[in-house]
Nanobody
């Protein structure tokens, strides 16, 4: 059973930075992609950033130039470095991984439990 555990959320002031981590554990053959999504109150969950296993990444327009996603494939961990945070970034941030548990298994999506990021003065 693969699990994702996020950490690093908290309360920050506008303009500050924060780094989120997402660690996958369990039986893992490979993780094809890892991404971050967020959901603000009353809004739908949206993509923030996603990184493939080969190093390519893409971002939501709203975070381009401010957020950076990275991965440590050996540790099955993804990070989201968030800078120049503003109140619009306030949300629960979720990690998602597209995981393959054996060489013959079909990959599937798995979600973390979420971590709250609050930007407020």
């Amino acid at each position: 059973q693969v699990q994702l555990v996020e950490s690093g959320g908290g309360l920050v002031q506008p303009g500050e930075s924060l780094r989120l981590s997402c660690a996958a554990s369990g039986t893992i053959f490979t993780i094809w992609s890892m991404g971050w999504y967020r959901q603000a109150p009353g809004k739908q969950r949206e993509l923030v950033a996603v990184a493939s296993g080969t190093g390519s990444s893409r971002y939501a327009d709203s975070v381009k130039g401010r957020f950076t996603i990275s991965r440590d494939n050996a540790k099955h961990t993804a990070y989201l470095q968030m800078g120049s945070l503003n109140v619009g970034d306030t949300a629960v941030y979720y990690c998602k991984a597209y995981v393959q548990v054996t060489s013959e298994a079909r990959p599937y999506d798995i979600w973390g439990q979420g971590t709250q990021v609050t930007v407020s003065s």
